[in-house]
T-cell receptor, first 114, second 112 residues
């Protein structure tokens, strides 16, 4: 199993550009989520999904869109990038809805918005 | 909303010694789980230990153990016989009826 994979590992954008961060898992996990990590702030939840076709907002959803058309994939879209979105982004998955099981994290994407 | 507080931004420990990282949380739920995650310089998030709130016995995993005080809403991590490879960011996290909530982390340095 590859576990949770994220692409790209690094990305530099200009303000106003759009892009999609890819996340895929091959463990048949129902629950997937996106976090951003900023210095001194820990990890903050952006969006999460409890299964295909179901998504919900987390603590910091503004400026981000998600969709979950398959169990395996959970892409994160930045519609119009802003410098405040410079961060490290982590995708995670787990077996059950309320993340009471261990969450498996991807390797992260470091995004810089100029 | 649930909150998780790690009051020690940085800690250091001598190799082979013991260190305790603090974590407190705020919740009105009675059924929940608590976690400690480790993030080494590689950036990969690694689960260290997990505690179910309904279990009174403290969880242990080799050199890692927790002191879970449910009434005080405290969940500290003890690392025994510290090794150079333990140097990392450590995050305390809470999961109840809402998705996982993280503290801001404690950076642990291990001195040879």
């Amino acid at each position: 199993n590859a576990g949770v994979t994220q692409t790209p590992k690094f990305q530099v954008l200009k303000t106003g550009q759009s892009m999609t961060l890819q996340c895929a898992q091959d463990m048949n996990h129902e629950y997937m989520s996106w976090y951003r990590q900023d210095p001194g702030m820990g990890l903050r939840l952006i969006h999460y999904s409890v299964g295909a076709g179901i998504t919900d907002q987390g603590e910091v959803p503004n400026g981000y869109n998600v969709s979950r058309s398959t169990t395996e994939d959970f892409p994160l879209r930045l519609l119009s990038a802003a410098p405040s979105q410079t961060s490290v982004y982590f995708c995670a998955s787990s077996t059950r809805r309320q993340a009471r099981d261990e969450q498996f994290f991807g390797p992260g994407t470091r995004l810089t918005v100029l | 909303a649930q909150t998780v507080t790690q009051s020690q931004p940085e800690m250091s420990v001598q190799e082979a010694e013991t260190v305790t990282l603090s974590c407190t949380y705020d919740t009105s739920e009675s059924d929940y789980y608590l976690f400690w995650y480790k993030q080494p310089p590689s950036r990969q998030m690694i689960l260290v230990i997990r505690q179910e709130a309904y279990k009174q016995q403290n969880a242990t995993e080799n050199r890692f153990s927790v002191n879970f005080q449910k009434a005080a809403k405290s969940f500290s991590l003890k690392i025994s016989d510290s090794q150079l490879g333990d140097a990392a960011m450590y995050f305390c996290a809470y999961s109840g009826n809402t998705p996982l909530v993280f503290g801001k982390g404690t950076r642990l340095s291990v001195i040879a």
